[in-house]
């Protein structure tokens, strides 16, 4: 099956800091989206990007298909950003969504 | 977005005994998922869960252990049954938009379980 990498595993910022979570994935996808999960286990779902770019407030989001990879940025993060961020891809030709193994942030004030 | 709602939000069971987990959507979707997330880790898909037929289970996932019911396109449930401490998860229902296809994919608020 496809498989779904997510780097940096964790990751510790400053209030304020940028940063960018990287989602590599093996095989083509018709689906790509990005998961907030909060620390009481909400998950919520930040962007629908199968391909191309797309930005909310701080958060914006680019997905290179033909490569591969997708890519979550946020800027000026907040003690509120804490959690941990999911990756998740549908096959192409399939429905099951397939998620990496997140990536651990955690803001410090 | 679909509004999905879970019940119970948490509970604490005896090893041995099931459980069984409500999922209610606000609007009727194609399919429905179950997802398990073990402490620490990330989501794994237990099953797909259409109207009016069997559910389709993920290896390692069995319909003995997860009996799944779906009488109609707002309403799922999940049963953990023979629970053991190993079963201690949250449980996820996911819908997605679009025709009940997973475009937008939409989580209930998860069933904590925790098993003695």
């Known amino acids: 099956g496809i498989q779904v990498e997510q780097s940096p595993p964790d990751l510790i910022l400053q209030e304020g800091a940028n940063s960018t979570l990287r989602c590599n994935f093996s095989?083509?996808?018709?689906?790509l989206q990005w998961f907030h999960q909060n620390p009481w286990g909400q998950l919520i779902n930040l962007f629908y990007?199968?391909?191309g770019t797309k930005q909310n407030g701080r958060l914006s989001a680019t997905t290179v298909a033909t490569e591969r990879y997708s890519l979550l940025y946020i800027s000026s993060s907040q003690t509120t950003d804490s959690g941990v961020y999911f990756c998740a891809v549908t096959h192409t030709g399939g429905f099951k969504t397939i998620f990496g193994a997140g990536t651990r942030l955690f803001v410090k004030a | 977005s679909a509004v999905i709602s879970q019940k119970p939000s948490r509970d604490i069971c005896q090893r041995g005994t099931s459980l069984t987990i409500q999922c209610q959507v606000d609007s009727q979707v194609t399919m429905m998922f179950w997802y398990r997330q073990q402490p620490g880790q990330s989501l794994t898909l237990i099953a797909t869960a259409n109207q009016g037929s069997e559910a389709t289970y993920e290896s390692g996932f069995v319909i003995d252990k997860f009996p799944i019911s779906r009488p109609n396109l707002t309403f799922s449930t999940l049963t953990v049954s023979n629970m053991s401490p190993e079963d201690s998860s949250i449980y996820l229902c996911?819908?997605?938009?679009?025709?009940?296809?997973?475009?937008?994919?939409?989580f209930g608020p998860g069933t904590r379980l925790t098993v003695l």
């Open positions: 990007i199968p391909s």
């Open positions: 996911s819908v997605g938009e679009d025709r009940g296809l997973a475009d937008t994919q939409y």
């Open positions: 095989d083509s996808v018709n689906n």
